[in-house]
DNA sequence: ATATCAGACCTGTTCAAACCTGTCTAATCT
DNA sequence: AGATTAGACAGGTTTGAACAGGTCTGATAT
């Protein structure tokens, strides 16, 4: 980086990136740990003397690196542990034999209405940006998953089916909108694949599968996603370490 | 692969939410059991640092759970006959349609030596308490699942196969031999039935049912139970809050 | 001995005040 | 023009207090 940029940097630093900066420095640096609370706005406003909405800017910049979340009426956390938490929330899928390299083919990136969906999770709209996928084994091209995402659609994620996905990956995606995930509950099940399923996986249509259904929500309780995948029980064994 | 972790649970907690988790988690380890009484209102104040209106929220959702029931001019007791090891850690298994009653049948009671087994697990004994048991809905007398559970024998077990289960619960033998869950994994898988177990069940042979396979350990990292269930996908669900 | 009653302790309910974040606007500074 | 400020308002969270009424115990009167 070119040191006059580094001066400029230095000298004319916004007060917002004064405040970002510090409050990063400290969560970095381990002084304000995991889940603790930080100072109230207010609070923050005397320590830096600035204004409240410059506090806010600041807070802004955290919460979309994801390092701390915000809840009115409480105040702001450190959501940040070192690691991306991304997909380490609720089971892992495991390859059940060896860790075959797989394929991910993108069916469908859409903007979808789902009423019944919206019903089911209680959501006052029916916007949804659909992501449906198959993962295939590298060397046999054999389909062992299909998986369907539905993410209630809000401000952020209106290029996405433009654009396409950070990185071809949903969940990079979603951190990047900074939406991270909390919480959330998962279910699985067994299902005899319709007709229209396995043509997908290449199988006999009945051949039992291992559905697992995950709704995320972010700190708010704010439904993030909602997955059904369809796993192929000779290659997924789901595991859970508690 | 990546471990999950279950204990980020809620990071950005309200005082409410805080008190809720601390006593449901009580419950649910079974420091607190059923019909015990809770500290009164008061008590919890003093213990949790906050007001008293922020402990009855905190107790309401506890209630709404169903977790616990509070009485006027008594206090608050657990209502929660869960299993306090078996069960609360990990997957939930979740009656799907509706909480029929269930009706459970030992099938063994024994004292066995399986080698093949203790070499899995790394232990250094092959001795293990064997019970096996089906669970049948009480108004059909369908068999809904079939569970084998095995528990390496150490000191304190040992009149268990003649004596017989605490309560008929091999979770309460367990607990009240001082045995506590500390940490676990568990697998899920599809099994298609063997004969013999599809006997067991009275279905055909090769019907598709959830395999779950959990090993439980205590705090020391030593094995407590090694559970091996079969589960009729039509009457059982997983189900993971995380 | 029995009935009664006061007092202690419990939960149920309500409320205003204090504090928190979310949002917006207009004025000010550089 | 963009950053910053100061303020106002809305709405969620927590507090502290008050009062009502249920439950229990023990002292008291009969």
Redesign the interface.
Known sequence: MAISKLRAVSVATAKTERVAQSLEDDIRSGKLG??DQLESENALVRRFAVSRNTVRKGLETLAGKGLI???V??G????F?GQP?D??????R?L?KQ?DAVHTALLRLALIIDSDLSCMLKLRKYDFIAVDRTRSLKNTWRVVSIERSRVPLRQGLEAVVSDGLVDGSLSATLLSAGLRA?????????E?LSAEDAAIAGVTPGT???RTRRLVRD?EGEVIEYVVSLLD?KHF??????
Chains 1, 2 share one sequence.
């Open positions: 995991f889940g979340t915000t809840r009426g409480i702001s956390f450190v959501t542990d938490i997909d380490a929330l609720g089971w892992t495991a059940s860790q909390a919480s959330g509950e998962e279910w699985a099940e067994i005899c039992p599968f291992l700190a029980p064994a789901l595991h859970l370490e508690f």
